[in-house]
């Protein structure tokens, strides 16, 4: 558990949970104490520890892939609190959540004010959240390439999904992926340019990489 962001109105901790070390995301508006869970890969009870002392208001799913959602259920049970996703990608959760995510939806905490970003190509309903200059990503970037694809229709969606949403954020915007750690918009579209500039097969998809694909 480390604090990535704890500027003068936002606190944002990480957390690596779960066999493929996914990253849970707790948002704290530093004014109020409202907080709230981006993911939930697993170990449900460590993620309460990390919002001792808050006030929890959601829980926010990036999309529906289980190494997400592990203790999904159990931390929805022990928060009682509304999940917030999208609805193509609510198909596999024990119950639906009860607030469905679209485009352009604004959730605030306290003070903050998060943008949803629907972000389809790792799944039809992937989504994204801004808030200020912190991009918590899910799987649909990270440093080095995008989200891993399963047909060429999702990797156009993805490419698309980055080129025309993500990077016309402000460079300084820092992401944060699922997994692993952090960039910024300036040196994805940098690394991206060099993969653009490059002719490929029209059937690429799977493990891209900007510098090796």
């Known amino acids: 558990m480390s604090n990535i962001v704890d500027d003068k109105n936002l606190r944002i901790v990480r957390l690596e949970l779960g066999p493929y070390g996914t990253n849970t995301y707790i948002l704290v508006c530093k004014a109020t104490g409202e907080s709230l869970v981006v993911?939930?890969?697993?170990?449900?009870?460590?993620?309460?520890?990390?919002?001792?002392?808050?006030?929890?208001?959601y829980v926010l799913l990036t999309h529906d892939h289980y190494d997400h959602?592990?203790?999904?259920?159990?931390?929805?049970?022990?928060?009682?609190?509304p999940l917030g996703a999208h609805a193509e990608d609510s198909h596999s959760l024990k119950s639906p959540p009860e607030i469905f995510l679209k485009d352009n939806h604004v959730?605030?905490?306290?003070n903050i004010r998060i943008e949803v970003m629907h972000v389809p190509g790792h799944t039809p309903g992937s989504l994204c959240f801004l808030a200020g200059k912190y991009l918590l990503a899910g799987d649909?970037?990270?440093?080095?390439?995008?989200?891993?694809?399963?047909?060429?229709?999702?990797?156009?969606?993805?490419?698309?999904?980055?080129?025309?949403?993500?990077f016309r954020l402000p460079g300084d915007t820092r992401i944060f992926p699922g997994h692993g750690d952090g960039t910024t918009v300036k040196q994805s579209k940098e690394q991206y340019e060099g993969f653009a500039a490059r002719p490929h097969p029209a059937d690429l998809y799977g493990d891209v990489l900007w510098a090796s694909s």
């Open 39 to 57: 993911d939930a890969p697993a170990r449900a009870p460590t993620i309460i520890k990390g919002l001792q002392g808050t006030q929890p208001r």
């Open 69 to 81: 959602t592990g203790a999904m259920a159990d931390l929805r049970l022990r928060l009682q609190v």
């Open 107 to 110: 959730i605030s905490l306290g």
């Open 140 to 166: 649909t970037i990270f440093p080095g390439g995008p989200g891993k694809t399963w047909s060429p229709d999702d990797f156009r969606r993805i490419i698309e999904s980055i080129t025309t949403r993500i």
